[in-house]
């Protein structure tokens, strides 16, 4: 039997997954905390497809769906607080672009300028300056302030939005080699994995027009153990799961595989820009591949991935179109109390909503999400 998602079919599939569950051998571990009714829903639906039709995939989001936090924002961090770029101003300049009306009420000529220029200062102090010492700059404070903030604002901005943001953050790290991007996730993985899951406020004051200027980040990453043991029995079960991300590609990889999920690295894909000679990330977009990002995650899947799908699992607006994909035998949402078209999904029947504790970065047995 395969779950079609047209058949309302919960009240039946919970009876067998109830009988199921009881004979099932291949158990998730004692530390997972899924809702029962999702992961014997998830099992029941694997070991009841077709036959006759070989060769099924899965496809899952990564950040905030297979691990607590996003990779991108975590690097596009890092590389802010630290100030790791290897772009020079003018190449800088080039990634913000210009525009007229004011972006959340500021003045957006003189923000881009301030941005710019602050940059640039930063840049030069770096040439004779440890990050230590530059940490202790006016410069400093003001520009990590600002960028996070205007990259934050960009994002709800109907003239940017996710479509300027997410290949940004990707720009933003031209210059360095895919091997050197991957090492820079690690890092950040290293550091950023080892903060309390808590917020954190940012502000600085600016001369008007700008004036005070506050923003806040989470801190903190882990991985989703009971993402991972899943992706680790659909493996088992000759089920190849890939990860469609809207995260860089090279920094999603680093994060499957410091985080041990068993994804082949060809089974991952993210935002991606143009590499010059030696395999150097440059600022050019690459045309001929679509930008992972709600429709974009469906062409991806039509251009790279030539399977029938048995399960499909994201958190945020980003992934519903492929979360509402036709034939696909289980659709997963994590449960982030979201307000935009995916909360639309939440009281569908067809849609298993797993639910977290974001004190503990962890699933919780419920539907529902603890507010946080």
């Known amino acids: 039997m395969c779950i079609s ?3 309302n079919t919960s009240d039946t599939i919970d009876e067998q997954c109830s009988s199921h569950s009881q004979s099932e051998s291949s158990l998730v571990s004692m530390t997972a905390n899924w809702h029962p009714q999702n992961i014997n829903r998830i099992r029941l639906a694997i070991d009841t497809l077709p036959t006759a039709d070989p060769g099924y995939c899965a496809v899952f989001d990564f950040d905030n769906t297979c691990i607590f936090r996003d990779i991108g924002q975590a690097v596009f961090r890092h590389q802010l607080f630290h100030l790791k770029y290897r772009l020079n101003a003018e190449h800088f300049a080039a990634l913000i672009p210009e525009l007229e009306e004011p972006l959340a009420g500021v ?4 923000l881009r300028t301030t941005l710019i220029d602050l940059y640039a200062e930063l840049m030069e102090q770096k040439k004779t300056k440890s990050i230590k010492e530059i940490r202790d700059l006016e410069a400093y404070e003001r520009f990590r302030t600002l960028f996070f903030w ?8 109907e003239r940017l939005g ?3 943001v997410l290949p940004l953050l990707a720009k933003l790290l031209a210059g360095f080699t895919v091997e ?10 290293r550091e950023i994995a080892a903060e309390p899951l808590a917020a954190h406020e940012l502000h600085a004051d600016f001369p008007e027009p700008i004036g005070y200027v506050k923003t806040a980040y989470p801190m903190g990453m882990k991985p989703f153990e009971e993402m991972r043991q899943l992706i680790e029995e659909l493996e088992g079960k000759g089920i190849s799961c890939k990860v469609v991300s809207a995260s860089t590609g090279w920094l999603v990889r680093e994060a499957v595989r410091s985080f041990a999920f068993p994804v082949q690295e060809g089974n991952i894909f993210g935002i991606k820009v143009k590499l010059a000679e030696g395999g150097l990330l440059t600022t050019e977009e690459e045309h001929d591949y679509p930008l992972t990002f709600r429709q974009g995650k469906v062409d991806i899947i039509r251009k790279f991935i030539d399977q029938p799908i048995a399960l499909i699992a994201g958190d945020a607006d980003t992934d519903y179109e492929m979360l509402t994909l036709d034939d696909v035998a289980v659709r997963l949402i994590i449960n982030r109390n979201q307000k935009g078209v995916i909360s639309t999904l939440y009281q569908d029947p067809r849609y298993l ?12 047995p419920s539907r529902e999400t603890i507010a946080s």
């Open 5 to 7: 998602p047209g058949e």
């Open 107 to 110: 003045p957006y000529s003189v």
């Open 150 to 157: 205007y990259a934050a604002m960009a994002r709800k901005d």
């Open 162 to 164: 996710p479509r300027f």
């Open 180 to 189: 050197e991007t991957a090492l820079l996730a690690a890092e950040t993985i």
């Open 353 to 364: 909503l797993q639910g977290l504790d974001p004190t503990t970065g962890r699933f919780r």
